[in-house]
């Protein structure tokens, strides 16, 4: 496998710079599983083994498995969660609750062993609470064993069966699966409507199910001579009703599948060598854009090559399904009935998580805003560049969502659990627009070419792994020389906000003025001044935050580094050494990269001095 050879063997003994000050470490999973699916009722029965490797320096005594599927029934959190929210996901709403018995998910563990000694388990909801036989130490594997079986519900959210589009099976969050246990203890998150955390392994997977259907799923298709249709030009000629797809997927953090028989199934080999797989329904008004998309999607695959790192693994499947967009390992679930605009910016944003979630696999529960975030903000600049609008600031409509917010009265800290935001309005700018501008803002802190250093610096350490906000910021420090810190903890951990203004521009003498700048809230930035002068000549003045302890560099050529502002003080006065009838106007943060809630306050022209004069 091409490029994922050199990564495996290293993820799970790797040390390195550390996110709680000790060596960095991880848990690791092989899965063994093989499942039949009833096409007709939609339930399913499976089997599983998992090796368990506790790379941890703990002893564990018990273990957690999501059975994501028991959230699909009435009386479930996410359920309840979405009739009593004041803005709930309308594709949920009460949609749950309303749920007959034969269109609700579940899943059932029936057995499990531990190295072949029956354990005690206890289903709570979407988790599965398991007691230990015997203590895993650490450094050691074990091996369970489990019988389980399901079914799946209408879709809904994410997974299920017959979409709104018609898709028959989008197999998400569908079997038993590990929970994650890290530095911070256990994450045995209960599923009511956020996102995922998982741990890294191997899967090898069996579905068995009617013969009719084609199946996409995030391995490699291990026996595309036994079943035909999907991925060769051929049909097998078979007696048997059903087929028996083989995958396997090496180092993901999670398996999905879906599956369909009308799904016409096209390839492209990338330039990379990446072969890129289509899924799609066998629909007239759909064909001719999901024909167009596979252009665009190697571009945009390129595009993140080049822009954060290399895509490690040998394919990548867009399958249409699901309910929205949704990312997975190796393949993405969108709907497909969308203008074409729509269906490459789906498709950006999705193959974005192949980078910010299925390589630095960030806690989504906990970071959403970095997955969400960061994605948002990498897939604008490449839509920018694949659809050829070519706008100066890509990030625009990231701006208005985090400003919306800042002035509504209902943010919520970044650090607030993913599922414990007051609104899912509130969740949804602060994770996707609010995690964007703190990107693209920390450009305009510490330069664009330190801010694209330091994703690829990102991915080259941590890919593969477990990042947390704080890993992020450390490479942002090194790559840059600044001092961060206050960045993290204001913008992510508070609800400040940032406005800067200009208060006065006076005359200071004859050859010089006086510009006193106020800070009016709590947010502490660097200043960007643009001043222009009568005789068409401009100049960039640069006040340091002292804090950063660091002089943001510069090649314009008409660049002035003044006095360091430090963040107590709430004016600043700063002298211009021209007189103030040369001043045409002076401007804060001219690029509108800096996220100031109150721009009215930024710009000074001499028209205003004439008027105050009149």
């Not at 249709?229 to 083989?246: F, I």
């Not at 249409?320 to 969308?338: F, H, K, N, P, V």
Request: charged share 25%.
């Amino acid at each position: 496998m091409k490029k994922l050879l050199l990564s495996l063997g290293l993820v799970v003994s790797t040390f390195c710079g550390a996110q709680n000050n000790t060596s960095y470490w991880q848990q690791h999973v092989d899965y063994t599983m093989d499942v039949e699916m009833n096409v007709e009722n939609y339930q399913y029965d499976g089997s599983q083994e998992l090796v368990y490797t506790n790379n941890s320096p703990d002893t564990l005594n018990r273990v957690f498995y999501h059975l994501y599927f028991n959230a699909f029934q009435p009386g479930s959190e996410m359920d309840v969660r979405s009739r009593t929210i004041k803005d709930p996901d309308r594709r949920v709403g009460d949609r749950i609750s309303k749920l007959s018995e034969s269109e609700q998910g579940y899943l059932k563990v029936l057995s499990l062993n531990q190295n072949g000694n029956k354990i005690s388990f206890e289903e709570v909801g979407t988790v599965l609470e398991v007691e230990l036989d015997e203590p895993i130490l650490p450094g050691e594997k074990t091996t369970f064993n489990m019988e389980f079986e399901g079914q799946v519900p209408v879709q809904i959210r994410r997974s299920g069966r017959n979409s709104a589009e018609g898709v028959a099976l989008s197999m998400s969050q569908w079997f038993p699966k590990m929970a994650e246990y890290d530095f911070e203890g256990w994450h045995a998150t209960p599923y009511i409507g956020r996102e995922f955390h998982g741990v890294w392994g191997d899967f090898d997977v069996k579905i068995t199910l009617d013969k009719a259907y084609t199946v996409a799923a995030s391995g490699y298709l291990q026996n595309p001579e036994e079943i035909g249709h999907g991925y060769t030009d051929q049909e097998v000629e078979t007696k048997a009703d059903t087929h028996t797809w083989h995958f396997i997927a090496p180092e993901v953090h999670d398996f999905t599948w879906a599956a369909d028989p009308d799904y016409i199934h096209d390839k492209r080999i990338a330039e990379d060598g990446t072969i890129l797989h289509f899924f799609y329904q066998d629909d007239e008004e759909i064909i001719e854009n999901w024909k167009k998309l596979q252009e665009k999607t190697e571009e945009l695959l390129l595009f993140f090559n080049k822009n954060i790192g290399p895509y490690p693994w040998d394919q990548y499947s867009v399958v249409q399904g699901g309910d929205g967009g949704m990312e997975y390992a190796m393949l993405t679930l969108i709907t497909g009935e969308r203008s074409f605009p729509s269906l490459v910016g789906v498709t950006a944003h999705e193959l974005a998580h192949a980078w910010f979630q299925h390589l630095m696999a960030t806690n989504e529960s906990k970071y959403e805003w970095m997955d969400e975030g960061f994605t948002s903000y990498i897939s604008s600049i490449a839509m920018n560049q694949v659809m050829e609008t070519y706008a100066e600031n890509p990030h625009t409509g990231s701006y208005r969502g985090y400003l919306q917010l800042a002035n509504s009265g209902v943010e919520q800290p970044q650090t607030t659990q993913a599922d414990r935001y007051a609104l899912n309005a509130a969740y949804g700018a602060s994770a996707y627009s609010k995690g964007a501008v703190f990107l693209a803002q920390l450009g305009y802190i510490i330069g664009e070419e330190n801010l694209d250093k330091t994703l690829k610096r990102y991915y080259d350490k941590w890919k593969f792994k477990h990042p947390t906000p704080n890993d992020f910021i450390r490479i942002a420090e090194k790559v840059s020389g600044a001092e961060l810190e206050w960045y993290l903890n204001d913008w992510t951990r508070t609800t400040a906000t940032i406005d800067y203004g200009i208060k006065e521009v006076i005359e200071a003498d004859e050859n010089s003025t006086k510009v006193i700048l106020e800070r009016h809230n709590l947010m502490p930035m660097p200043i960007d001044l643009t001043v222009r002068y009568t005789n068409g000549q401009e100049e960039e003045i640069y006040i340091p935050l002292q804090m950063m302890r660091w002089e943001k560099p510069s090649d314009h050529e008409n660049w002035t580094v003044a006095e360091d502002w430090a963040w107590a003080y709430p004016t600043y006065d700063l002298k211009i050494d021209k007189p103030l009838n040369e001043i045409e106007s002076i401007e804060i943060d001219e690029s509108q990269l800096m996220a100031d809630v109150n721009r009215d306050n930024n710009l000074y022209t001499a028209q205003e001095t004439s008027e105050v004069q009149e």
